[in-house]
């Protein structure tokens, strides 16, 4: 029965020892992890971007007149010309 406590205690050790040293990296790396994970983000970010944006111009711009429609002596489709 002594041998199981202790094999008991001996793992109880060895988790609570890799939660320490869990913390303890991710607390001296914290500066790092968070900047990676700002780069992904801006990364995925601007491919979905990316990916949805020419749809949405090519939805949102209306079709340009050609010209006066075949009337020579109307005022131009676009103004200043």
């Not at 711009?61 to 005022?75: Q, Y």
Request: glycine residues 8%; proline residues 6%.
């Amino acid at each position: 029965m002594q041998k199981l406590i202790n094999l008991l205690a001996l793992a109880s050790f060895g988790v609570s020892a890799a939660v320490v040293a869990g913390g303890a990296y991710v607390y001296l790396n914290k500066d790092a992890l968070i900047e990676n994970a700002k780069k992904e983000a801006i990364k995925q970010v601007t491919a979905s971007v990316t990916e949805a944006l020419p749809g949405m111009i090519s939805g949102a711009m209306p079709k340009m007149p050609s010209a006066t429609d075949g009337i020579i002596d109307a005022k131009p489709a676009i103004p200043g010309f």
